[in-house]
């Protein structure tokens, strides 16, 4: 069983900085694009993040593009999702997600869609304070 377990969530001023963390359980995550979504209180899940599986494209969303970098380890078998300059409007509960597809070759601007991907985490909390 696949298992996605995000962690570095917490409480944060504006201007401050958090790193998230995707590990992953039953499965190598190194051939798998990864993505990470936002979902705030009331609101759809929105698109943050994505990097394909060699770690050789990202692509962000116009919102944090600049202030958030995506990036993975694979031989730790995680992927990382570094905030900066947070902002009152990133509060949300942060979600990762793995293809389940190994080595494809879509555009990552694909990867900005949930149905592209087959598994998710529980999600983390990331609260930023004005």
């Known amino acids: 069983q696949v298992q996605l377990a995000e962690s570095g969530g917490g409480l944060v001023q504006a201007g401050g900085s958090l790193r998230l963390s995707c590990t992953a359980s039953?499965?190598?995550?190194?051939?798998?694009?990864m993505g990470w979504f936002r979902q705030a209180p009331g609101k759809e899940r929105d698109f943050v993040a994505a990097?394909?599986?060699?770690?050789?494209?990202?692509y962000y969303a116009d919102s944090v593009k600049g202030r958030f970098t995506i990036s993975r380890d694979n031989a730790k078998n995680t992927v990382y999702l570094q905030m900066n300059s947070l902002k009152p409007e990133d509060t949300a509960v942060y979600y990762c997600?793995?293809?389940?597809?190994?080595?494809?070759?879509?555009?990552?601007?694909?990867?900005?869609?949930?149905?592209?991907?087959?598994?998710w985490g529980q999600g983390t909390q990331v609260t930023v304070s004005s």
């Open positions: 990097i394909s599986w060699s770690g050789g494209s990202t």
């Open positions: 039953g499965r190598t995550l190194s051939n798998d694009a």
């Open positions: 997600a793995a293809e389940g597809r190994s080595r494809s070759r879509y555009p990552i601007t694909y990867y900005s869609t949930p149905r592209a991907y087959d598994y």
